[in-house]
């Protein structure tokens, strides 16, 4: 059964997002879609160990608006999911895999970043001030500028996006993925976060969906009910696997799946 605030967010899109969509740009058709799942899951609540939950698509808006306006046009391209934003990147800056350095320099987006409406003390929010570097983002963005040169090329071929839009923390500071959230929790999320993948997937119109790491692609999978959805290594440092070479290892799983990548710049 879908949750309230899940079967809020599907009557809207289908008053909003289902509207012929063939005069508008397909960033505005993304920023809809965005904008009703960050207030889906902002109605939602939740208890311990989780104490603190930022959803950037509300206080770091302006960047990840900034970021659908400037890449977010095109059907057919690869569909990237993550997970959800980690502390240091996307929390940061409202951007998937949003390493500060990389999301001002490489991407070219620099936004004003407000706060969340509860800030924890070990995790605060500095938008592009923030010292600390994401590797996860970084390990991103630095394959794509070395196989693409250009974050307008890589764009051409993939987007993008994080299947869950919120961060979780517990008392410590600890980072709480989605998947370990209490069941009851965890089933609204994905109820919301589902509707959302599902109008992601009708406007890109993607040639692959590949979900980075193995959460991504199951989630996927059960949401979209497809079972052609592909998977690489996620860059997390905490992955073994990933410190032993993220890039090459991640370009030989395209290779399996047919996708063609340039020579490196």
């Not at 904008?35 to 950037?56: D, Q």
Request: glycine fraction near 8%; aromatic fraction near 12%; charge should be neutral.
């Amino acid at each position: 059964m879908i949750h309230a605030a899940a079967k809020h967010f599907e009557m809207v899109c289908f008053f909003h997002c289902d509207t012929p969509w063939y005069h508008e740009r397909m960033s505005k058709r993304l920023i809809t879609i965005t904008r009703e799942l960050s207030k889906g899951v902002g109605a939602l609540s939740f208890s311990e160990p989780v104490t603190h939950v930022y959803n950037p698509l509300e206080y770091a808006w302006k960047s990840h608006r900034a970021y659908l306006n400037k890449y977010g046009e095109g059907e057919g391209r690869v569909l990237l999911i993550g997970m959800n934003p980690g502390p240091w990147g996307m929390a940061q800056t409202g951007v998937p895999f949003g390493e500060v350095n990389w999301v001002r320099d490489f991407l070219g987006i620099e936004e004003e970043v407000s706060q969340p409406e509860h800030v924890h003390p070990k995790r605060p929010v500095l938008g592009f001030y923030c010292p600390r570097s994401e590797v996860s983002g970084r390990r991103v963005w630095e394959w794509a500028k070395n196989r693409y040169g250009s974050a307008e090329n890589f764009f051409n071929e993939f987007f993008v996006i994080n299947y869950c839009p919120l961060c979780f923390m517990e008392e410590g500071g600890k980072n709480r993925t989605p998947d370990k959230l209490s069941s009851e929790e965890r089933d609204i999320v994905f109820d919301v976060c589902d509707v959302a993948l599902r109008k992601f997937v009708k406007a890109l119109k993607p040639s692959k969906i590949v979900g980075i790491g193995g959460f991504a692609k199951n989630r996927a999978m059960k949401t979209l009910d497809r079972n052609d959805i592909e998977t690489i290594l996620h860059p997390s440092p905490a992955s073994p696997m990933a410190n032993r070479g993220w890039a090459p290892q991640i370009e030989k799983q395209f290779e399996s799946m047919g996708v063609m990548l340039p020579q490196m710049t």
